[in-house]
């Protein structure tokens, strides 16, 4: 099995997501006592929030670049971001290495796409929801991605950043979401990707009308994949 190089904190609840998820996939399809090989570099996230907030996403680059560096240097063969927001710097980071980064954001559309979903809505932090980078690279590959409204896009972002990234799961928060999907539908959305890895910590398939695709589960199959 190739080393799955991971870049992770960010925030380590979905990180830990992100560790079990590759162990599991790979127990399933070689059975026994077998897990992943990966090396995981784990950043202060309180450090690249901040970042975030700031608009410095060069200064956040150089971070993640770093990080990449130190992956490959212990041995990763593949790479992953283990956030779909910082795919912002994907590129910044791909050029710092000579392994392949595994891109969240085309797994997903595969994913999408496979489940023969071309209207889909999108969830995630402000940043993936209201910026190019994300939606651009999805609609690349043929879809067409609804976000919420304005109301919408502040209540799904504020639970990530108050709630889910320390490791709050409220039940309100969770109607609060189902309500977000609701209009979504309604506005044609034929699936919903949790384009936020703590989304999943929320809701799933069973808070949604529509297919949901969970980006967490499809970047790790997706690495477990390219790894065997």
Not at 173 to 188: F, K, P, Q, W
């Amino acid at each position: 099995m190739k080393t799955i190089g991971l870049l992770g904190g960010m925030s380590w609840e979905s990180t830990a997501t992100y560790y079990r998820l590759l162990n599991e996939l790979t127990r399933e399809r070689l059975g026994g006592l077998h897990s992943a090989t990966c090396v995981l570099y784990s950043v202060d996230f309180a450090e690249v929030e901040r970042l975030q907030a700031a608009g410095e996403w060069e200064a956040a680059g150089r971070l993640l670049a770093d990080a990449a560096r130190a992956v490959e240097a212990a041995g990763a063969e593949l790479l992953l971001i283990c956030t779909n927001t910082m795919h912002k710097v994907a590129d910044q980071v791909a050029g710092a290495v000579s392994v392949p980064l595994l891109h969240l954001a085309d797994a997903t559309a595969g994913a999408v796409l496979a489940a023969g979903v071309t209207r889909v809505g999108l969830l995630g932090t402000a940043f993936t929801m209201e910026q190019d980078f994300y939606r651009d690279r999805l609609a690349s590959h043929g879809l067409d991605v609804l976000v919420p409204d304005a109301p919408g896009r502040a209540l799904v972002h504020r639970v990530i950043y108050e709630e889910l990234c320390v490791g709050v799961v409220r039940e309100e928060s969770r109607a609060a979401y189902r309500g977000v999907i609701a209009d979504l539908v309604a506005a044609g959305a034929e699936g919903v990707i949790l384009g936020c890895t703590e989304i999943e910590l929320l809701v799933g398939a069973d808070d949604s009308p529509v297919p949901v695709f969970p980006t967490t589960r499809i970047h790790a199959e997706a690495a477990v994949t390219a790894a065997l």
